[in-house]
């Protein structure tokens, strides 16, 4: 048996009750096998075996109490993957799904993640099966400041930078920046990014993440000799992520005709109204249903025992921006019928393993979540650059900050996939890119 069928088994046998995480840590390693082999000498400093382990995996008790007076508890985590580059960075995750194997999962991808952005920060990830959905305000400050009450223990600028992700918006960082504030007594601003203007947060941060999904599709389909020009998009989500692709994607002359949420999805074949959809969901906080009753023409298609309508309407591009695994084999499948040239991973791992397969297979061009959502926790660096030096940029610095962030990382995964001999797998490209710089700082600094 090989090293990495080794480690591969020994981390099956350990996580077994963890499959996001083997799913994640799978789809790395198996793109890492020219890597190892080139390297025989990462086997004697078990480099795999301490890659795949946390350094530190944190869970805890949040009580709080509800508007009618009833005392609730949720689970909170925090999963300190990698501070080999830097301060472990990674966003908190709301959500009931939240369990010990999605922290570790993201946790793990986050390293990968940081270490493409050029920018010194390591990967963590953290959150609580809380749901913010369908409580009010004052619940949701009672949940952070209790959250808080435990996690600022393990965070500090130069410890661990958390920031928001699904479930964990700018009311939700400043609930626990204000809570983090007054434990410590102190104003230590670049402890969590995205934060609100007023104190200390940084303009483009609330668009980075879909601005930067768009930015590596559009570097991706010019290596292909097209562009995102009068190409006709789908996006799922409709959160924050999918907003600002669809918006930037919209600049560069796209025409977006579907967006969704966890209900369905809505179809606007004269091309989705951004104003409508931030109106929902920005403003009302509403189900993307309601935009159909808006738009004329506009169609909604409800969601079925857990389908994905969306993935069945045809387009050239398709950016799963809502969750992970939201795009399976047989959806993938619909796509490459309808004619799809690209696919841009905007949600954490949002498609299967046997879905990558099978798109790869089949010529459609894959931009893994890993590079092509990485604009978010590279503003999220740059907001720290912000706080530690006292000053904001403009909006334009940022973006083009931003769009120069997301370019490298696209030549990083172009030509790292080249130098194995692997064309236009940039799934394995971005895996050994991460991995050449993650490696070499894993092994400078000793057996830790």
């Known amino acids: 048996m090989s090293y990495l069928e080794n480690v591969l088994t020994n981390l099956k046998n350990k996580n077994s009750n963890e499959p996001e995480f083997l799913q994640a840590a799978q789809e790395v390693l198996d793109s890492l096998k020219q890597v190892i082999e080139k390297h025989t000498e990462y086997e004697k400093a078990g480099l795999l075996e301490r890659l795949t382990e946390p350094e530190r995996l944190i869970s805890f008790r949040v009580s709080w109490v509800d508007d009618n007076g009833n005392v609730q508890v949720n689970r909170g985590y925090r999963v300190q993957f990698n501070g ?3 301060p472990y960075k990674g966003g908190l995750r709301f959500h ?3 369990n010990q194997s999605i922290m570790k999962f993201l946790g793990f991808e986050q390293v990968f993640k940081n270490a493409l952005t050029g920018l010194p920060i390591g990967g963590a990830k953290g959150g609580s099966d809380f749901d913010p959905k369908g409580k009010s305000d004052n619940e949701i400050m009672r949940f952070c400041q209790s959250f808080m009450n ?6 500090g600028q130069d410890v661990d930078v958390p920031a928001g992700d699904i479930g964990v918006g700018a009311r939700e960082i400043g609930y626990l920046f204000g809570q983090y504030r007054k434990i410590r007594n102190a104003y230590e601003a670049g402890v969590l990014t995205g934060k609100g203007l007023e104190y200390g947060g940084s303009l483009a941060r609330k668009e980075a993440t879909g601005y930067g999904l768009v930015y590596f599709m559009r570097e991706m389909l010019k290596n292909d ?17 999918a ?4 918006e930037k994607a919209q600049e ?5 005709v579907a967006m969704s949420d966890s209900n369905g999805c809505i179809y606007d074949a004269d091309g989705i109204k951004l104003d409508v959809v931030k109106q929902i969901k920005e403003v009302e906080r509403g189900r993307i249903k309601d935009y159909a009753d808006r738009v004329k023409g506009a169609v909604y298609y409800q969601s079925v025992n857990g389908s994905h309508p969306i993935w069945s309407i045809k387009a050239d591009i398709a950016l799963p921006c809502a969750t992970q695994n939201e795009l399976n084999l047989e959806e993938a499948k619909e796509l490459v019928k309808n004619g799809i040239v690209a696919v841009g991973e905007g949600a954490n791992m949002p498609t299967t393993l046997d879905a990558v397969h099978y798109l790869q297979a089949n010529g459609v061009l894959l931009a893994p979540a ?12 740059l907001e720290m650059s912000q706080n530690s030096m006292r000053l904001s940029w403009t909006f334009e ?9 997301m370019t490298n990382i696209f030549k990083s995964c172009k030509n790292a996939a080249e130098e194995y001999g692997l064309g236009k797998n940039y799934v394995a490209g971005a895996n050994i890119a991460a991995f050449d710089k993650i490696s070499k700082a894993m092994i400078a600094q000793g057996i830790i």
């Open 84 to 86: 080999c580059i830097g």
């Open 96 to 98: 009931p799904s939240v």
């Open 150 to 155: 435990e996690l600022y223990r393990h965070i």
């Open 225 to 241: 000799g097209m562009d995102l020009k009068d190409k006709v998009v789908t996006i799922s989500g409709s959160g924050n992520v």
């Open 243 to 246: 907003i600002y692709a669809c």
């Open 252 to 256: 560069y002359g796209a025409k977006v």
């Open 370 to 381: 890993k590079a092509a959502n990485a604009g978010g926790v590279a503003t999220s660096a």
């Open 397 to 405: 610095e940022v973006d083009k900050k931003l769009d120069g962030i």
